[in-house]
């Protein structure tokens, strides 16, 4: 199959690569680029694992063609803190324990943070809003809606 050049600031960085016309931006991401946490979940834009932020809007990546991330901005986990800087949302899952198996954590905090650029002091009616695509088999979500609402105010209190 025809592959295209095509370019992305992947979390800050010009990554140079080839896509063809019918490929995920998530399949991209996992197996050309290796940003593996970017998660495969159900691959058809219903549990919101693979989300990413592309140029500031949160997107389903598996459904996402590549060539539309062409000379754009995609931000994964991994370009919004680190497990030894981490952001003040993942300091927040980690402590309000909104992580369990973790599979759907990435795109949680990445829906998340959007809102909280856009909308720093959220009600709840309104984290629940933003995280409405993001599936969770484990935590009952109570948890998660906390921790977002504790990152705001951690935020905000900077
Ligand atoms: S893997 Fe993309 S929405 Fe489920
Ligand atoms: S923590 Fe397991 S799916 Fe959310």
Redesign the pocket.
Known sequence: MKKYPMRINLNGEWVEMEADAGETL?LALRDTLDAVEVK???????????TVILNGNPV????TLALQADGKEVTTIKGIGSAQDPHPLQKSFVEKGAIQCGFCTPGHVLSAKVLLDKNPTPTRDEITEAISGNLCRCTGYTKIVEAIENSAQSLNAE
């Open positions: 998530l495969n979940g159900c691959g058809k834009g219903d549990c919101g694992a693979c389903n990546a598996c459904l």
